[in-house]
């Protein structure tokens, strides 16, 4: 069952296989009753972010579901025009606080540009937030790093400079849109991709093509779309935040074959040409 499967990263950490969104999830009852149900149903990795402004309530339903912390895989991310040594490591003991942990499973530089000024050259700040998340993991207060939104560019230069590749990179991933320069290069170089956005915010959900996909194998849109990225071995973060709706994403055990597989791989869908979110 996908809910008991893992990625492993090449540090040897393992990851579940599916994890949960919480973008755009508001702090307070709907943030907590989402990752509460999440963990209900089988959830072991909840995904959020500092800037989500939702890491108490994350939080707060981690500790009321009664699972073990060591059992859940936490991941959050730095802010993205946080883009400094001194800045990483305060915002992590921040994110620490919020979350009420002493560790994370994984930290993330959100973006390789503050959302203001995407594209913008920000090597140098990458790199300095880089070092810190290095030595966060030295220290063990971390047990995994990576970035999010990154291209290959950004990468190399993180790793030219200090020999440390991320273990992950989160970006954008949904059926007709699926970054492959980007995709190729990480899987490449053994970096996990982690795929938001699944079903392209919601619009793959009215796709005729996908729909049709789905009365084949006598599912819904929402499971083809999460199936598929798990079938190209990237880590799909559905959210939502009506309870059946997150029961039924777990339910994914079944296999697109290799002919419709391809068919998906080169459908195109408008929403691939939106700009980047966080």
Not at 27 to 51: F, P, Q
Not at 90 to 119: C, R
Not at 156 to 165: F, H, P, R, W, Y
Request: proline share 4%; with cysteine.
């Amino acid at each position: 069952m996908i809910r008991e499967e893992y990625y492993k990263l090449y540090n040897g950490v393992e990851i579940p296989k599916i994890g949960f969104g919480t973008w755009q999830s508001k702090d307070g009852e709907e943030a907590y009753n989402a990752v509460l149900w999440a963990l209900k149903y089988g959830y072991r990795h909840i995904d959020t972010a500092y800037v989500y402004g939702n890491e108490s309530s994350v939080a707060k339903a981690i500790k009321d579901s009664n699972i073990n912390r060591e059992d859940i895989f936490i991941t959050t991310k730095l802010p993205a025009e946080i883009k400094s040594y001194a800045g990483a490591m305060e915002y992590f003991e921040k994110s620490l606080k919020n979350l009420q942990t002493d560790y994370m499973d994984l930290y993330l530089i959100h973006a390789p540009w503050p959302w203001d000024n995407v594209g913008g050259d920000y090597t140098e700040g990458n790199i300095e937030a880089w070092k810190a998340l290095i030595d966060l993991y030295n220290a063990k207060k971390v047990r995994s790093i990576g970035v999010s939104n990154f291209h290959q560019e950004h990468i190399k230069s993180l790793i030219e400079t200090t020999g440390v590749k991320p273990m992950v990179n989160q970006i954008r991933f949904f059926i007709g849109n699926t970054q492959e320069e980007i995709t190729k290069y990480c899987q490449k170089n053994d970096i996990l991709i982690q795929a938001y956005s699944p079903l392209a915010t919601g619009e793959l959900v009215d796709n005729p093509k996908v729909k049709d996909m789905a009365l084949k194998y006598n599912t819904s849109i929402a499971k083809i779309c999460l199936r598929y990225c798990i079938q190209r071995n990237t880590l799909p973060l559905p959210k939502s935040t009506h309870e059946f709706r997150i029961k039924d994403n777990l339910d994914i055990d079944f296999v697109i074959s290799d002919e419709d597989m391809e068919y998906l791989n080169h459908l195109y869908h408008i929403a691939s040409t939106r700009p980047y979110r966080s």
